[in-house]
């Protein structure tokens, strides 16, 4: 009988790739925020504004979950980077984490009878969520290509060289192009999932117009990003020794060496051009099903060259030998083989988030069921 051997650096390549499913998957679900943060520019009245937050608020709580799952899956297989990253950009984290406490207790009060704050403030709740949460997290992500202001002593005990604690990733204009990208795919997204799922032409009508404008304001801060980086040196980590030195057109070559990444994210921008071309040329309300496969398979492959071929994942600007590989920043192999067997439950979990997704969008969205006595948000 032959044994399969499962090395150490598999089960490292191995949650890279589960955490950046989960990413990606978070990234399309953030079409939630997309939408709160169009609830006070895109509805004409009341009741269009109360029919958008409760076709989204149907799903804040799959956003929640995931960026939750996601988090938790950073931390138990790459600690090292959790311990790094929330000890040190603490004030960036804390934002983002502040941002979605404030979207669940909008959602959790806005409607309650003997509301005394008012709908209005927990609509301006969901419209920071909205907001700030894609643009930080895209803010946070992007260093990891950028890098950070981080230094790790021998006991991996951290020093943020900025007394921004993360906050100084602002200054970076690749760092707020990727957060800028973030946002308006998240409207776009929004946009489209609008659309499909509420039955009122007037607001369907105003949905297209908004999309052409958020389109063009997702793609620019999204080529600047992808250009530049692939245009810049990049961190590179030798598989051997594990030095980090700094390598010019790093990340292009990721895409030329890794050519199945190179697929990957062509066809994910692919995606979500061609879902947005079928709403804007065609008045498609399929055009959200192509742009979420696009926006996953082109944050996957962003996650591939971050953390593959020979890359930090978490690099540092101010100390080059700090970074962060998945292969020193990882957890013991015995954890990671108990959490693998662990992770052959997500396809069980993603085929109940699919069931309860069709059950809860078998109809669309009308005036009249917000009318009704029937629970909405």
Known sequence: MTTIMISHLFLQNYWWIIVSLLASLLVFLMFVQGGQSLIFTLPRNDMQKTMIINTIGRKWDLTFTTLVTFGGAFFASFPLFYATSFGGAYWVWIAILFSFILQAVAYEFRSKPGNVFGQGTFDVFLFLNGALGPLLIGIAVATFFTGSQFSLDDMNRVKWASSWYGL?????????ALGMAVLFLSRVNGLLYIINTIDDDSLKTRSFQKLMINSVLFLVPFLF?????????????????????????KYLNNLVQMPLV????????????????LALLRKSTRGV?????????AVFAVFMLAGFNGTSFYPSAYDLQSSLTIRNASSSEFTLRTMMYVSFLVPFVFGYIAYAWKSINNKNITSDEMNSGEHKY
């Open 289 to 297: 099903w192509f742009t979420s496969i696009g926006t996953v398979l």
């Open 225 to 249: 990003f992808v250009v530049s980086i692939l245009l810049s040196s990049g961190f590179a980590a030798d598989p051997v020794t594990g030095t980090i030195s700094l390598e010019k057109y």
């Open 168 to 176: 100084e990733a602002v200054l970076d204009i690749r760092n707020v």
């Open 262 to 277: 190179l697929v990957i994210f062509l066809a994910g921008v692919a995606g979500v051009l061609y879902g947005i071309g």
